[in-house]
């Protein structure tokens, strides 16, 4: 019934090759044309000469009264225990509406240096470093709550979900380092501040400029140590392969995906040389804030010929904790 | 926790200005608000959105001195009162990038971190 040669099961097996065949032939044409992956944060021009390279950003988190810092009010003292005048009209916050006495600040403020700027006894060392701080007294905000204001003061918006400043910078800036993160965040030793994640998020940017995470003690980074019996040669040839098949099968478009394989990228430059951006001998410090300052100091110094990097360092620092620490005294602590 | 926070930021400051990184760097301290003149619960404070101080050192910063100021109880900022898309203009200006031309499309609109602007503290810089 068949001409000889072109029998049933023959006929089956090669159409069943034929598909394989046409299949591979499209995947090797893909491979073959696939275009290397281009760095999402190779180092761009800014748009006129830059003042500063790199930033920190001290987030004190949950909001030290001005008048108990840098901005002295010699007028609560007068009116202490007396309520605020009516001129100032209903002032309502988040726990209280207008009606509680004057409270005068406990700290004492001296002026400092060149420049005579006052600064409470709070900070005995800040203070002597006053002729290079540039204190802007009338920032406001539009959120009496925490986690929307701390938005804001990352964002630009009340609500989350929009891209953080630090995100908004690499996308402008990119990054000169590419075995560092270019954008780094460090919780206080305590955790992660209200507003959480959305903090240092990218938003709707490239997932690629979302914040990377450095936590306390020996693991700054989830995951990165190389497990028991992984070769760095033999992880390069996992990353080699996954890398092959991701480009198969991977549209131009999926941001996130390219910040996952850049994350994986980043992190074996980072495992390749540990030592670039923190010391194996000196873990993250972070039990207490000191050793979390010099930790962002020494990988700041590693990271001195980055351009566009930026630090947001999240601190507790807040009105709770000057209560808390005026309690000792007075015997009640007040939880805000 | 203020206290605790003094030794360190003094330090991390002294530190970057002996190793030549302070010129090139740009630190910032600041909160999502300040406090209320007034007490709650007998010795704390509520939160204050109105007027509160935050501060720039280091990367053309001009250091020494104190812009802008609060009324006699700390309450309100008065004169020129900073948002924070004058906040975000201005470090956006340090690092070199103008506000309105950093934009990315989503959604048709083309998306700023000051939204529709704020306006550059000029007076922060030397």
Not at chain 1, 86 to 92: V, Y
Not at chain 1, 146 to 158: E, L, W
Not at chain 1, 222 to 236: A, D, F, I, V
Not at chain 2, 98 to 126: C, M, P, S
């Amino acid at each position: 019934m068949y001409p000889k040669g072109l029998q049933r099961r023959n006929v089956l097996r090669m159409a069943a090759q034929g598909f394989g065949a046409v299949a591979l032939e499209s995947m090797l044409q893909r491979e073959l044309g696939a275009k290397p992956r281009s760095n999402p944060l190779a180092a761009k021009a800014p748009h006129f000469p830059a003042k500063a390279k790199s930033v920190i950003f001290l987030f004190m988190v949950g909001a030290p009264g001005q008048m108990d810092t840098f901005d002295p009010k010699p007028g609560l003292a007068r009116y202490a225990g007396k309520p605020l005048p009516e001129s100032f009209g209903k002032i309502s916050s988040q726990f209280t509406s207008g009606d509680t006495p004057i409270l005068p600040s406990p700290w004492e403020f001296k002026r400092y240096g060149q420049s005579g700027l006052p600064v409470s006894s709070l900070y005995p060392h800040l203070s002597k470093c006053v002729d290079d701080i540039c204190f802007v007294r009338n920032f406001y905000t539009e959120s009496v709550v925490h986690a929307p204001a701390m938005y804001q003061v990352q964002s630009g918006r009340i609500l989350m979900g929009y891209p953080s400043m630090g995100s908004w910078v690499t996308y402008g800036l990119g990054s000169e380092s590419e075995n560092l993160p270019a954008y780094v965040v460090m919780p206080q030793p305590e955790g992660t501040p209200e507003g959480g994640t959305p903090m240092w998020s990218s938003g709707f940017l490239p997932a690629i400029h979302q914040g990377t995470t450095l936590r306390g003690g020996p693991n700054p980074v989830l995951n990165l140590k190389l497990p028991e019996g992984m070769t760095p040669q033999r992880q390069r040839r996992t990353l080699d392969f996954l890398q092959k098949m991701n480009d198969l099968d991977t549209e131009e478009t999926d941001t996130e995906m390219a910040a996952r394989i850049s994350s994986y990228e980043l992190a074996f430059r980072m495992q390749s040389r540990p030592r670039r951006w923190i010391s194996q001998r000196n873990p993250m410090r972070r039990a207490s804030f000191m050793g979390w300052i010099k930790s962002l100091r020494k990988s700041l110094e590693r990271a001195a010929c980055s351009h566009g990097v930026w630090w947001n360092a999240g601190c507790v620092s807040c009105s709770y904790s000057l209560v808390e620490a005026r309690s000792a005294s007075s015997g009640t602590l007040t939880k805000t | 926790m203020c206290g605790l926070t003094d030794q360190p930021i003094a330090a991390l400051l002294q530190d970057l200005k002996s190793r030549g990184l302070l010129d090139s760097t740009l630190v910032i301290w600041g909160s999502e608000f300040g406090r209320l003149p007034m007490s709650q619960s007998g010795n704390g404070r509520d939160h204050n959105p109105h007027g509160f101080t935050m501060w720039f050192a280091g990367g053309g910063v001009k250091g020494g001195q104190a812009i802008g100021d609060t009324d006699d109880f700390g309450l309100y900022g008065v004169g020129d009162r900073y948002h924070m898309r004058d906040f975000h203009s201005t470090i956006l200006h340090a690092l070199g990038l103008d506000q309105h031309k950093l934009w990315y499309l989503h959604n048709g609109r083309h998306e700023k971190l000051t939204d529709f602007g704020g306006k550059v503290i000029e007076k922060v810089f030397a």
